[in-house]
């Protein structure tokens, strides 16, 4: 069984090696949608500027201009390796403010939290949107509805969970102080804002750091499968367009077998290996950049880059 696992797991990679040279011998231009919400989205990302930070910091710079990126969807991990101490933390400078400096990325930044952030003061993140102009993230947990072409009739409605508490392999590692918090409560909440019957939401789209599908090391792993019993059949129920993550450093876009779509993307800094997941993999590659996102009233595009400004992937997700 074991030798049949490794020879797909080894065809799939060969595979996805070919996919990828594949990619990159065909230049795609940036799409731009008119009379959509455009935003980029990017995870595990604070290192102090080392890992490639700077550059995707930069690419990401110059692509929220070109796009005119409305804000930034944040997967979480914000600071490695263990979150920041206080909202006086070295790391607000050395990891955020010196980094991502471009002015078309002086917009807002809706921030989710990761293991590594619960390895320090989860606070410090809250309270840090007190001081920061773009920094926002009010609770552990939150919600937003953001109009298409400032039209209040058409809504996207953006769900930003709280996903570490959810791994049961936390509550015994004192490195991720993930004990106190109450998941029946979060879930209960998140069903609540997903079950919202206003006729103007027109997209759902949830944000958190663990994914419930993933082509790279977690695979198969305990946490991977606690985040898929969690909340696979509540995306299911509540007609859950997309789900976007980080916590595995590459980007991905996954659709199994079901309403929602699968959007990894969590190579800020550190890069790690992925291959296409066997369950509706659609694009996988272990680089270092980041996702735009752009949602009208009837179409979802997407668009994989990388640190270098290159276009990896152009997907569309229709009404």
């Not at 692509?63 to 600071?79: H, L």
């Not at 991502?100 to 930044?109: E, G, P, V």
């Not at 936390?170 to 004990?179: K, L, Q």
């Not at 750091?209 to 696979?232: A, Q, V």
Request: proline letters at 3%; one cysteine or more.
């Amino acid at each position: 069984m074991k030798k049949i696992f490794l020879f797909s797991i080894l065809t799939l990679l060969c595979s996805e090696i070919f996919a990828q040279a594949k990619n990159k011998a065909v230049p795609q231009q940036l799409i731009v949608p008119k009379k959509a919400i455009n935003f980029i989205a990017m995870g595990d990302f604070g290192r102090n500027g080392e890992v490639s930070q700077k550059e995707v910091a930069a690419q990401m710079g110059k692509t929220a201009k070109a796009f005119g990126a409305q804000f930034f969807v944040i997967t979480g991990d914000n600071f490695y390796p263990s979150g920041v101490a206080s909202t006086q933390d070295y790391s607000w400078i050395a990891s955020f403010e010196q980094i991502y400096t471009a002015h078309s990325l002086q917009r807002d930044w809706f921030v989710v939290l990761g293991n590594h952030d619960y390895g320090g003061n989860v606070q410090a993140e809250i309270d840090y949107s007190k001081i920061s102009r773009r920094w926002h993230m009010p609770a552990r947990y939150y919600s937003k509805k953001i109009s298409i072409d400032g039209d209040t009739s058409r809504q996207a409605l953006f769900v930003f969970i709280d996903s570490s508490p959810f791994i049961t392999q936390y509550y015994a590692n004192s490195d991720h102080n993930v004990n106190g918090q109450d998941t029946a409560a979060q879930k209960l909440w998140i069903e609540e804002i997903l079950s919202d019957p206003s006729p103007n939401i027109k997209w759902k789209i949830v944000v958190g750091h663990h994914p419930l599908y993933t082509g790279g090391n977690r695979i198969t792993s305990k946490d991977t499968r606690d985040m898929n019993s969690s909340f696979k059949n509540i995306f299911e129920k509540y007609n859950v367009d997309a789900y976007i993550c980080g916590h595995e450093h590459n980007l991905q876009y996954i659709q199994p077998a079901g309403k929602t779509h699968y959007f990894i993307t969590g190579s800020g800094s550190e890069i790690t290996p992925t291959i296409r997941h066997p369950d509706g993999g659609k694009f996988a590659v272990s680089e270092n950049g980041f996702m735009t996102f752009s949602i009208s009233a009837d179409q979802m595009t997407v668009q994989v880059i990388n640190k270098n400004g290159t276009i990896l992937y152009t997907g569309y997700i229709k009404k």
